[in-house]
């Protein structure tokens, strides 16, 4: 299985994984979690992750910065590149763990925002400090100029008030604000790249709302990528550009978001569509089901791993043969049988 | 209703199956048996008590018997072959004795022609197990009937080995009894604490608190030196013990009432309770079997420090008394430097005290590491 | 207080009147009471038999609480909470003794939220399904297995599971069971906490399906407390719409939906992320946070977010009212009659996906 590799022609491509695989050794044995990924991602989109529970979209993205080496996770397979901000194409998955160059990589060219923000602040440190630290890490500037630049990206992040609420422990803010907080810290760097793992997931829906046209609003000021890790099929469609959709630790369709609502191609995609109940109002009372449930990254099923649970399931090629990525249109493509994928 | 079935069949494979109708004690003896060091040390741990019970049967002597012609006698090896070949039956060498003219002291050399051979079984001097069954039967000794000495004499020729395992009973017992007494209080005032809540619950933390800031060694020492003199034996032992379990509950009493708070807010515990459950159905059949496992390891982990503490009274010779045999009884005679460099084998019974509170500790690791089976 | 709803009196499975619940804040050494949080504050609404109704708000609204209030897990502070009993008389709920209350708990059952802490590991499905028989009393031994195997057949899991733990199962079958043992003994009055959102979303649609087939089965009343407003429309008949522990609006679900009355409701449903890209639209943002209990403002307690406030709202608190005479939707604001607020778009307008 040969794949072009992209990010050495095309200068606008910033990211790309090949054939990614990262696993975890436990008692019950080796977990998958990260089963043989690929796809690149082009300047100033938002890419668009989704997936259930075990679909491996969290830790790729701890892949991608090397942080599942301390959780136990090693990336055993594959390449990770990504356009630095000088140009330089590195392959992350064969840098050193924690070495120099990981480090320097991490916060000032790509940096990640966590679902709870009090898990990833300090809570002993001021916001503003933990700020500071950030900055002075990367740039060798005084501290009074690295304040300054904290408040102004406080200020940035629409957080009433910066030159208090930098002075503010993580706990005294709201979790509104504390996710906003997380994004200040994330971008005071001006990274390339900004991961953000189910940003929104433990807010109230108008928190919610305020965050995502935020980071919308954020990703056109800085000109960076975004990487949006979610469960939520609507968060992805309200400010995603192109969207990969995950399955226990493969990628079963990417296409542009337009393409994945209204012309879904993988079994699972459909499925997905069509269980989730909408706001907008249901054509029918009923909703479509998927039956069973996702399987333990444990024992991935044979052959394509959604074939227990699909509808166009056929017998003795689906789950036997693993199907690979196929070409539909230019930004389209899918893993299934029914569309010829493998070979 | 055939649109919500499964499409998951339930399993038949037997693995599998069998993990999925194991109850909560099938899967934390599974995750005990992984940590390795846990079921070693319990092994140890049985054996110990194993020692403890059958003391009479794997002394091989008695252990108050004085024989002046081994008064200091160092230990004897074990021995297979010697300059004279190999021999199956294992046996040990003699003593010769000679007199240091100057010190008056008796040298004992051994005697490398001579053999003594050790048997299993043999017939001794008489006892009764459990204080019940007449025997006269010994785990082993040797076969002319002359007295051995594997761990030395001390100073009155008493046979070190069999006053260790004597002392074993003691030192492990009062660990034991000591923790089931605190358990009882433990349990008791931490339960009433954590189900009640509000002033019961203030009231007992501030009594915990209170005997948590005493310091505990002169606490200990000034409640042992209020043991009567002219007390029995027995009597020694269980004040001791009750001493012991008074400090030791205040941490027992602490994981429960923590327990307790943590399961009041639990959703099936609530579930029970909006079903109709009566409280005691909830504190018994939800909340006890919730937690009784972590406790368990909590026990497990304050065995150690009874038997510590104990070992450390009867040191100081504020503890249990002679003619009472325990590792820190036995310890005692090894308290001055002259004993140290001339009869280093009194020290033995420290090795044990050390394999004991090792392997407890070991155990109640790997009890702390299953109590919650559930997660992962 | 008018009551919610003109409804005809028979069909009320469940009034609750001017409930309250009040918890108190303590401070320093002696716990002091020094102020009250109103999780619940003024909520009246009434469920029909054979409905189901949402209660939806945000994260601290008071719908957690209210929902606890009607399973008469803690005593109300104010207010009553009248239930159509099996003498079929309308009877207070609130207050009874120990006694009252065991014989009240076969008639109200609850699903939970969180399908992993609600059952407890330590019990075989057998134990879990037939534990309220036994707590009841009900039946013989034999007679208990055999309901529950009815149950794991209604709920559609298999019987060979009795034997099983719950850390045999998925969350969504774990959430079956817990459904199971809910219906066990045939409750008037499901109380579902969230029931779907700690699940996954392709089971999400199994559960609901689920819960829709056994209202159909059985005859079930719902009180449906959710956050995820889509859930919402799908499920419920009625919806109350909660603010900082108040009953803002209370309305037929496609009239909430399609012509909201409170300019809350009208920024929650803006709020909510269409799946539809081609559907993505201008927000009606609400700036500001959801205000503190504790500590709520004056007059209407959500002015300070709402784009719509006029002087009176700053001072004045509106009451809780019919909309107009010829609807059912009662809304709690002073601008109700006058504005023009915007739902979300129906089916019909919006392309296929």
């Not at chain 1, 054509?283 to 394509?304: D, E, Q, R």
């Not at chain 2, 599998?16 to 846990?38: G, N, P």
């Not at chain 2, 159905?281 to 919730?290: D, E, G, K, T």
């Not at chain 3, 409750?187 to 996954?200: I, N, T």
Request: contains cysteine.
């Amino acid at each position: 299985m040969t794949q072009p590799i992209r990010i050495h022609n095309d200068p606008g491509v910033i990211l790309e994984l090949l054939n990614l695989r990262t696993v975890f050794e436990t008692r019950g044995g080796t977990v998958r979690a990260v089963n043989g990924i690929s796809f690149y991602t082009r300047n100033d989109t938002v890419l668009g992750v989704v997936g259930e529970s075990g679909c491996g979209k969290t830790v790729m993205a701890h892949s991608i910065l090397r942080t599942v080496d301390p959780m136990g996770g090693k990336v055993a397979d594959g390449n990770i590149f990504f356009r630095r901000k000088n140009g330089e194409v590195v392959d992350i998955a064969s840098l050193p763990s924690e070495g120099r160059q990981l480090r320097s990589l991490r916060g000032s060219e790509i940096s990640m925002i966590f679902q709870e923000p009090m898990t990833a602040f300090s809570p002993v440190y001021t916001i503003g400090q933990q700020i500071m630290e950030v900055i002075t890490l990367h740039q060798k500037i005084p501290s009074r100029q690295a304040k300054a630049k904290a408040i102004e990206m406080l200020g940035r992040v629409s957080i009433p008030k910066p030159e208090v609420r930098v002075d503010a422990y993580p706990h005294q803010l709201s979790g509104g604000m504390r996710q906003r907080a997380m994004i200040a810290m994330a971008l005071s760097c001006q990274p390339k790249l900004l991961i953000a793992d189910e940003p929104t997931t433990a807010l109230d829906v108008t928190i919610q709302a305020q965050i995502l046209e935020l980071m919308v609003a954020l990703q056109r000021e800085f000109e960076m990528n975004i990487i949006m890790i979610t469960h939520d099929l609507g968060v992805i469609a309200e400010l995603a550009t192109d969207v990969v959709v995950m399955y226990l630790g493969s990628i079963v369709e990417k296409a542009p978001v337009g393409e994945v609502y209204s012309n879904p191609k993988h079994p699972y995609t459909k499925a997905l569509q069509e269980s989730i109940p909408r706001v907008e109002g249901s054509v029918s009372k009923k909703l479509a089901t998927i039956s069973g449930s996702v399987p333990s990254a444990k024992n991935i099923p044979p052959g394509c791993p959604f074939h227990p649970r699909c509808r166009e399931f056929m017998q003795g090629q689906c789950d036997v043969h693993v199907p690979t990525l196929e070409t539909l249109s230019a930004d389209h493509t899918v893993a299934c049988w029914l569309y010829g994928g493998g070979e | 209703m055939a649109q919500n079935t499964q499409g998951v069949e339930a399993t038949k494979d037997p693995k599998q199956l069998r993990y999925e109708t194991a109850s909560q004690w099938q899967l934390m003896w599974w995750k005990f048996l992984d940590h390795k060091l846990a079921v070693i040390s319990t092994a140890v741990v049985i054996l110990l008590l194993l020692i403890a019970a059958f003391a009479e049967f794997v002394a091989p002597q008695d252990p108050y018997i004085h024989r002046s012609q081994f008064v200091n006698a160092p230990p004897q090896v074990i021995r297979f072959w010697d300059e004279n070949g190999f021999s199956l039956r294992p046996f040990v060498h003699d003593y010769e004795r000679e007199r240091d003219m100057r010190t008056l002291r008796t040298i004992y050399t051994f005697d490398t022609d001579s053999r003594i051979y050790l048997r299993f079984f043999v017939e001794g001097t008489e006892y009764e197990l459990f204080s019940l069954i007449p025997s006269s039967v010994r785990l082993f000794g040797t076969e002319s009937g002359e007295p051995v000495f594997l761990f030395g004499a001390d100073r009155l020729g008493r046979d070190l080995f069999s006053r260790v395992i004597y002392g074993t009973r003691i030192s492990m017992t009062i660990g034991f009894i000591g923790v089931v007494l605190s358990f009882v209080l433990g349990i008791t005032i931490g339960g009433l604490a954590g189900y009640y809540g509000g002033i019961i619950d203030t009231i007992v933390q501030r009594i915990i608190e209170l005997l948590m800031s005493i310091p505990t060694i002169p606490l200990w020492m000034g409640l042992a030196a209020a043991v009567p003199r002219d007390w029995s034996n027995v009597q020694v032992y269980f004040a001791i013990t009750i001493i012991l379990s008074l400090i030791g509950w205040t941490n027992l009493a602490r994981v429960v009432r923590s327990q307790f708070l943590s399961l009041r807010e639990e959703d099936f515990v609530m579930a029970a309770q909006l079903m109709g459950a009566s409280k005691f159905r909830v504190v018994f059949l939800h909340m006890l079997p919730s937690f009784i496992s972590y406790v368990i390891a909590a026990v497990t982990l304050a065995i150690p420090t009874m038997i510590l503490t104990e070992t450390a009274l009867s040191f100081l010779g504020l503890g249990l008394r002679p003619p009472t045999i325990s590792w820190g009884v036995l310890l005692q005679e090894a308290q001055n430097i002259r004993s140290v460099a001339l009869t280093p084998w009194l020290m033995i019974p420290g090795l044990f005290v050390v394999i004991a509170v090792l392997s407890l500790n070991f155990v109640g690791d790997g009890l702390r590491d299953a109590a919650d089976p559930y997660t992962q | 207080m008018q009551s919610a709803a003109a409804v005809h009196d028979e069909q009320v499975l469940l009034k609750v009147d001017d409930l309250k619940k009040y918890f108190p804040i303590r401070r320093g050494f002696i716990k002091r009471t020094i102020g009250h949080v109103k999780a619940v504050d003024e909520v009246s609404f009434s469920v029909r038999a054979g409905e189901t109704l949402g209660v939806v708000g945000e994260s601290g609204c008071g719908k957690t609480t209210t929902a606890r209030l009607i399973m008469q897990a803690f005593p109300v502070t104010g207010g009553t909470i009248q239930l159509r009993r099996n003498s079929g008389n309308l009877e207070d709920i609130t207050g009874l003794n120990s006694r009252e209350l065991y014989f009240l708990r076969r008639e109200i059952q609850m699903v939970f939220q969180d399908p992993y802490a609600s059952l407890n590991p330590r019990m075989t499905v057998r134990d879990l399904l037939t534990e309220p028989l036994v707590i009841h009393r009900i039946g013989t031994s034999q007679e208990r297995e055999r309901r529950a195997r009815e149950m794991l057949d209604l709920v559609g899991l298999q019987q060979e599971y009795l034997n099983r733990y719950p850390h045999a199962f998925s969350g969504g079958q774990r959430q079956r069971l817990g459904i199971a043992r809910a219906i066990i003994m045939n409750p008037k009055l499901v109380v579902c906490d969230e029931p779907v959102s700690a699940l996954d979303v392709s089971v999400q649609a199994q559960i609901l399906n689920l819960l829709e087939d056994l209202q159909t089965e059985l005859g079930l009343t719902y009180i449906f407390i959710a956050h995820d407003l889509s859930v919402v429309r799908h499920v419920c008949d009625r919806v109350a719409v909660m603010y900082v522990g108040k009953l803002v609006e209370f309305a037929e679900v496609e009239l909430l939906f399609s012509k909201p009355k409170h300019p809350y409701t009208e920024a929650l449903l803006s709020a909510v992320p269409v799946s539809n890209p081609s559907l993505r639209k201008e927000r009606i943002m609400l700036g500001g946070e959801v205000a503190d209990p504790a500590n709520p403002p004056s007059g209407c307690y959500f002015h300070p977010r709402c784009t719509y406030k006029k002087a009176i709202c700053e001072t004045e608190e509106p009451e809780f009212t019919l909309v107009s005479e010829d609807t059912t939707s009662m809304v709690r604001c002073h601008r109700a009659a006058e504005l023009s607020l915007k739902g979300v778009p129906s089916v019909r307008d919006m392309p296929q996906p």
